[in-house]
């Protein structure tokens, strides 16, 4: 079974620095790679998503993400943070299969963003 | 568009109660999902069904059950709720294709709380 590690439960800048958010997975196949955000007392919305082609990605929000095979791992920037992406951000993954789509999620890091 | 719909948003019961949680998509997809949200233990996949009349289980199926009747509607059902059982449930639904992942569109998420 696929696993994904987010590292840090809890992330905090200050506005303006860099937001670095890490996926790590574990997989035999090429997955498909996803970051989904979570705005309080919301449900997840997509950010960006991996499936094929070029391994930086880029999101919503002035959010992107680098896919690198041999580290197997899925990190999420952004250059430069606001208030505004204060939320708890889930890592997940997925392999295509015939007839179910799984995902698997990390267990999430909260970004709180310091005026 | 209405995209993902959950009801009750809030529920409160009382050990060994009953209840349904719905989900209601309008997008027409295949496959919709049943996850629990936990801090710290981001999502865990309850149940699932790839069509209509279809269900399975997921990583935590345990107290649990499942319908779906119509292709629109995922239905939740705890026949006797306890303690832990007490947490945020989401209903997501994806596009069903063939050796393709389609990305998860989530409801607002019911919060359930069991004394």
């Known amino acids: 079974a696929q696993s994904v590690t987010q590292l840090g439960s809890h992330v905090s800048v200050s506005e303006g620095a860099l937001v670095l958010l890490r996926c790590n997975y574990s997989s035999s196949v090429p997955p498909y790679l996803f970051w989904y955000v979570q705005y309080p007392n919301q449900g997840l919305q997509l950010l960006l998503k991996?499936?094929?082609?070029?391994?930086l990605v880029k999101g919503i929000n002035g959010f992107e993400a680098e896919f690198k095979k041999s580290e197997t791992s899925f990190h999420l920037t952004k250059p430069s943070a606001h208030m505004s992406d204060a939320a708890e951000y889930f890592c997940a993954v997925s392999e295509p299969a015939y007839n179910f789509n799984k995902f698997y999620f990390g267990s999430g890091t909260k970004l709180n963003v310091k005026p | 568009n209405a995209g993902v719909t959950q009801t009750p948003k809030f529920r409160v019961l009382k050990t060994g109660q009953s209840m349904t949680l719905l989900c209601a998509q309008d997008m027409n997809h295949e496959y919709m999902y049943w996850y629990r949200q936990d801090p710290g233990m981001g999502l865990r996949l309850i149940h699932y069904s790839v069509g209509e009349g279809t269900t399975a289980k997921g990583e935590v199926p345990d107290g649990y059950n499942v319908s779906r009747l119509k292709k629109q509607n995922f239905l939740l059902g705890l026949e006797s709720a306890a303690p832990s059982q007490t947490s945020v449930y989401f209903c997501a639904s994806s596009s069903g294709r063939e050796y393709t992942v389609g990305e998860l569109f989530f409801g607002e998420g019911s919060r359930l709380t069991v004394l």
């Open positions: 991996y499936t094929t082609g070029a391994t």
